[in-house]
């Protein structure tokens, strides 16, 4: 009787095995190596790659999502002409990229249950028009279990704009597996700040990534913390978030655009990872908080 029940329960052991060594070998190959700083400089040959393969093999920093053409290109920083940006246009008329509207770059990930501290900017510009609808501009998107058979989520923290201020939510879900519909257990604003057009905005990010209690978010524009929020910031996935920089328009797929946004654009300035205790001097004010 035992035997027989082992012989049953056998497949299914293997296939746990598989997909837990497939995942781990994956969370070896495709994960930010802790310590090791990593920089996007958006110089001239610079390697951005096109697929998470790119990535995964190394080839890049940083991979690219877009449509067409003219969704993103490097361009003068309009502050100073001597240093490159990088561009990112949508329009509600353009294709969908995987299945929204998006122009956006990514990093590999980092790993749950480390202290990461990201530097990001941008220069939203003065014809940005206000609308009442998100506009994703940074998100550290969930590495869903894909071997688990995980749909898409709403990403573990995110930076946005609505009307005339950015917002900052977060989620979290514990549960091995997340159902079929994506829905996570909690999603909270965590933090607003005033959005200024025409110039550069520099979030600096500590980021203790978990889906439990021991998790920490903390978000500086410029030199005041905009949020100290306690508490899960994660999805339990083999792969810890990834960061994410363009625009992201998740709404207009599902409810239309805004009648008065024919397109937005925006500019990203160079991105900084970095391990270890106040690794920018923003807690002491030791550094410069404005990312130049």
Same mark, same amino acid.
């Given at each position: 009787?035992?035997?027989?029940?082992?012989?049953?329960?056998?497949? =299914?052991?293997?296939?746990?095995?598989?997909?837990?060594?497939?995942?781990?070998?994956?969370?070896?190959?495709?994960?930010?190596?802790?310590?090791?700083?990593?920089?996007?400089?958006?110089?001239?040959?610079?390697?951005?790659?096109?697929?998470?393969?790119?990535?995964?093999?190394?080839?890049?920093?940083?991979?690219?999502?877009?449509?067409?053409?003219?969704?993103?290109?490097?361009?003068?920083?309009?502050?100073?002409?001597?240093?490159?940006?990088?561009?990112?246009?949508?329009?509600?008329?353009?294709?969908?990229?995987?299945?929204?509207?998006?122009?956006?770059?990514?990093?590999?990930?980092?790993?749950?249950?480390?202290?990461?501290?990201?530097?990001?900017?941008?220069?939203?510009?003065?014809? =940005?028009?206000?609308?009442?609808?998100?506009?994703?501009?940074?998100?550290?998107?969930?590495?869903?279990?894909?071997?688990?058979?995980?749909?898409?989520?709403?990403?573990?923290?995110?930076?946005?704009?609505?009307?005339?201020?950015?917002?900052?939510?977060?989620?979290?879900?514990?549960?091995?597996?997340?159902?079929?519909?994506?829905?996570?257990?909690?999603?909270?604003?965590?933090?607003?700040?005033?959005?200024?057009?025409?110039?550069?905005?520099? =979030?600096?990010?500590?980021?203790?990534?978990?889906?439990?209690?021991?998790?920490?978010?903390?978000?500086?524009?410029?030199?005041?913390?905009?949020?100290?929020?306690?508490?899960?910031?994660?999805?339990?996935?083999?792969?810890?978030?990834?960061?994410?920089?363009?625009?992201?328009?998740?709404? =207009?797929?599902?409810?239309?655009?805004?009648?008065?946004?024919?397109?937005?654009?925006?500019?990203?300035?160079?991105?900084?990872?970095?391990?270890?205790?106040?690794?920018?001097?923003?807690?002491?004010?030791?550094?410069?908080?404005?990312?130049?």
């Amino acid at each position: 009787m035992a035997s027989s029940r082992l012989r049953r329960l056998a497949p =299914w052991a293997l296939a746990g095995l598989a997909v837990a060594g497939g995942a781990a070998l994956a969370a070896h190959h495709f994960t930010l190596s802790y310590g090791q700083p990593v920089d996007v400089t958006f110089r001239a040959g610079e390697p951005a790659g096109t697929s998470e393969t790119d990535l995964m093999l190394g080839k890049a920093d940083y991979a690219l999502q877009y449509c067409c053409a003219t969704s993103t290109r490097l361009v003068a920083d309009p502050a100073d002409a001597r240093r490159m940006v990088r561009e990112f246009r949508v329009a509600p008329s353009e294709p969908l990229v995987k299945g929204n509207h998006r122009a956006e770059l990514r990093l590999r990930p980092n790993a749950l249950g480390q202290e990461v501290w990201y530097r990001v900017s941008a220069f939203i510009p003065q014809d =940005w028009v206000s609308s009442p609808r998100h506009s994703i501009i940074f998100q550290w998107h969930g590495s869903r279990d894909v071997l688990l058979l995980e749909p898409g989520k709403y990403p573990p923290l995110d930076i946005g704009i609505e009307g005339d201020h950015w917002t900052i939510h977060k989620s979290w879900d514990d549960r091995i597996a997340t159902p079929p519909g994506g829905a996570v257990q909690g999603i909270s604003e965590i933090g607003q700040a005033p959005l200024t057009k025409g110039s550069w905005q520099c =979030w600096t990010i500590s980021a203790l990534w978990s889906s439990t209690a021991q998790g920490r978010l903390r978000l500086w524009l410029g030199d005041r913390i905009v949020s100290d929020d306690k508490g899960p910031n994660a999805h339990r996935d083999y792969l810890g978030p990834y960061l994410k920089a363009g625009i992201y328009e998740s709404s =207009w797929h599902y409810d239309g655009a805004d009648p008065k946004v024919s397109e937005r654009h925006v500019l990203i300035g160079p991105i900084q990872v970095r391990y270890g205790p106040d690794p920018f001097g923003i807690i002491g004010h030791r550094a410069d908080p404005s990312c130049r």
